[in-house]
């Protein structure tokens, strides 16, 4: 089905004060999409008109749009960071100005609501386009990019609106001092740009540039993605193998050899856009040292001491265990959000509620805060506070929450021995824990990354100041122990690997987190454990609903209209005294444009699909009159005469790696005599999962 086009969704009047959630619900108002092509006459016919030349030019085509993918979503990074940077800067001078101010004289309260109040203000005008204009757009975006890349329509996710409400939103949020971190984001920005330009026409403006038509099907458009949330990645952290390797691990679910290559190609043209045009912007232009959003620096290599790489490996207990905590508690707090805090209004006021607290918290802890260090210790700090320090010395908790998180994520890295005291880092990991977990999940645009890295980063250093405790003279530099605690900690929360050993069942990372909240049916890359004694006649849908292969308007469209009936899947019968055979699909979209086409007196063609890509117009759109219900339609051409099929008796993994493998939406059940059963479509897949009992089955509802 098309994306819904709806007046206003969850409108204000009519709202429960408590919505009810059931973590064992699966939603059905998630439609798949259709990453596996239907070879019917109209899609064959085209394929063997196609020269040699034709299909060359194509993938020359590919080629460009990948570069293209990544030359606009580094172009956007730019933007992101520019932006961000002003802003930032402005706040944090004034603030430093008016703290100075009142230092000596007192009256620092004033310093404190001046803080909070350009906090909140910011964060109030990200939430406020969010929680009213785009909902869809809030968070980093990433657990709906993995379920449209897993075949689930999200209703708006890779819209223009979404996109421009993405980065305005984010852009507030980092300038609002929120505990979040603009390289989440960069993802759902770099997967809706690669949505854009990879059809030649917009949408939401009603533009078509004519080109690029070949690509107007899910199929293409999902590869496109993968390279646009792969170009986002790169953009964020100036990684393309690392962009390639979170696309291939973490977002899709479908890839291939030539996919590798292009997405590396988007990869590169994105970090190299930022790269130069921020070397520009910083008047140095040609001079590339800004690969992505954030830059960790070079590290001293010479560390080859068995004991430094032993302390290395103790660091992943610690992240485990932060990050589950970290997974548990947002788990909980997103529930309650869920059930208390679901209308717009509440959604800013919790914002801004916290965009305060933080601000608070901050200013007290910097307050309090008696560790001072040399100014000439510090590097690259641009707002050093001295506070209540002597003069030539900062406020070194000032280094930490008075800075952008990524730039203090570097000096946590990078700062030499005896520019942080224990005390100040145990206090800012406890603090900064907290308030990361608790912003997650704000109607904001924010992402996770940061934070995480950032909360590793302090307590890994704080491990790299206290093991010289030990009488040895082999430790390493404090900074070398932060980068491993910000590898930890966001692979304990995220579950982010190089190589996820499939036999291996971790605990569910904290997008998997959101996506199973969301009621989504995520259909993962193994069935459960344990479920070989299901098989496809207890998981298929049955009776299946069927038509003719000549059949009357007036049956078509009572069928069509019929909403119990929600597989958008028919079966086709060859012969009307006969059961169906394997001969498939008629669907939704096929008979809207069918109908359409039959009104002006044309035959339909392919490209009337592509024309009405994605948004296909509803069934209510067509008007049939009474004779025209009477008329008869054949089906024959529109009917993929070649679907998937297996017995029924196949076992419920052999149908799962052949469902998510081959990108179906439906897989037809047949019997001994090749007879139509059943169909088995991604909720009858998702709705089966293991649970704390075993295997577990979940309730459909409308949710």
């Known amino acids: 089905m098309d994306e819904e086009i709806t007046s206003e969704e969850d409108s204000l009047k009519g709202r429960p004060k408590e919505i009810t959630h059931n973590e064992k619900l699966l939603s059905l108002k998630y439609e798949s999409l259709d990453y596996d092509n ?61 703290i100075e101010k009142f230092t000596a004289g007192g009256g620092l309260s004033i310093s404190l609501i001046l803080w909070a109040v350009l906090n909140s203000a910011f964060v109030m005008v990200g939430a406020i386009i969010v929680a009213f204009f785009e909902p869809i757009a809030g968070g980093s975006g990433i657990p709906q990019i993995k379920c449209y890349l897993n075949g689930v329509k999200i209703p708006r996710v890779v819209r223009l609106k979404t996109l421009l409400v993405k980065v305005a939103g984010v852009i507030c949020s980092v300038a609002g001092g929120l505990v979040v971190g603009k390289e989440g984001p960069m993802i759902h920005s770099g997967a809706v740009v690669a949505a854009g330009v990879s059809q030649g026409r917009s949408t939401s403006l009603k533009r078509d540039f004519k080109i690029f038509e070949y690509f ?41 050899q030539m996919l590798t290559w292009r997405i590396f190609f988007a990869s590169m043209i994105s970090t190299f ?36 790489v032993l302390t290395c490996e103790c660091g992943g207990p610690p992240g485990g265990l932060l990050g589950a905590l970290f997974n548990a508690l947002n788990y909980w707090l997103t529930i309650f959000r869920i059930r208390y805090i679901h209308r717009p209004c509440l959604q800013v006021m919790e914002a801004m509620l916290v965009a305060a607290v933080t601000a608070t918290v901050s200013f007290i802890m910097i307050y ?35 800075n952008r998180p ?56 704080l491990i790299g100041i206290m093991l010289p405790v030990f009488p040895l003279q082999i430790w390493a530099d404090p900074g070398k122990y932060a980068l491993i605690g910000a590898a930890a900690q966001l692979g ?34 193994e069935a459960p454990p344990t479920s070989h004694w299901l098989t496809a006649r207890e998981v298929m849908s049955s009776p299946v609903t069927s038509f003719n292969r000549v059949e009357r308007v007036g049956t078509i469209v009572d069928l069509l209209s019929n909403t119990s009936t929600n597989h958008n899947g028919f079966p086709v019968y060859l012969q009307a005294d006969e059961p169906p055979r394997t001969t498939l699909l008629f669907t939704l979209q096929v008979f809207v444009e069918l109908a359409r086409s039959k009104l002006t007196r044309r035959k339909l063609q392919l490209k009337d699909f592509r024309d009405a890509y994605p948004r296909f117009p509803p069934i209510q759109s067509i008007h049939v009159s009474q004779d025209e219900r009477e ?39 047949v019997d001994d005599s090749n007879r139509v059963v059943g169909l088995v479509t991604r909720k009858d897949l998702a709705r089966y999962h293991l649970g704390k009992h075993g295997l577990e089955e979940l309730q459909l509802a409308q949710t």
Request: aromatic letters at 14%.
């Open 406 to 461: 990524e730039k203090s994520v570097q000096n946590l890295f990078h700062n030499p021995p005896g520019s942080y005291h224990p005390l100040t880092l145990g206090v800012f990991t406890i603090t900064y824990f907290f308030l990361a977990c608790w912003t997650y999940g704000l109607a904001v645009s924010a992402g996770v990354f940061i934070p995480s890295l950032l909360i590793g980063a302090a307590w890994g250093r």
């Open 38 to 98: 239907s070879e019917n006459q109209l899609f064959l016919e085209e394929e063997r008109r196609m020269s040699y030349l034709g299909f060359r030019c194509l993938e020359i085509s590919r080629w460009v749009v990948c570069g293209l993918i990544g030359f606009l979503t580094g172009l956007i990074a730019c933007f992101i960071d520019i932006m961000v940077e002003q802003l930032t800067g402005l706040k944090y001078y004034v603030v430093k100005e008016n």
């Open 273 to 308: 856009t930022l790269n130069f045009f921020l070397s520009v912007y910083n008047k140095n232009p040609g001079e590339l040292s800004n690969p992505g959003l954030i830059n960790f620096g070079s590290f001293d290599r010479n560390v080859r001491s068995f004991v430094f």
């Open 368 to 402: 309090f805060s008696n560790a001072c260090q040399p100014l000439d210790v510090v590097q690259g700090e641009d707002y050093p506070l001295q506070l209540y320090c002597d003069d030539g010395e900062y406020n070194s908790m000032a280094t930490t929450f008075f």
């Open 631 to 669: 008329c008869m339609m054949d089906l024959t051409e529109f009917m993929n005469p070649t679907p998937y099929t297996v017995p029924q008796e196949t076992s419920l993994p052999r149908v799962y790696k052949l469902f998510r493998a081959l990108g179906l939406r439906h897989l037809v059940v």
């Open 216 to 256: 107007r099907r899910d199929t293409e458009k999902r590869d496109f993605v993968s390279a646009g949330a792969a170009a986002g990645v790169s953009a964020a952290f100036g990684a393309p193998v690392g962009g390639v390797l979170f696309s291939l691990e973490e977002a899709a679910s479908y890839w291939n």
């Open 492 to 525: 304990g929360s995220h579950q982010i690997r190089v190589i996820r050993p499939e036999h291996n069942k971790p605990l569910p990372g904290l997008y998997d987190i959101h996506i199973k909240l969301q009621s989504v049916p995520f259909v993962h890359s």
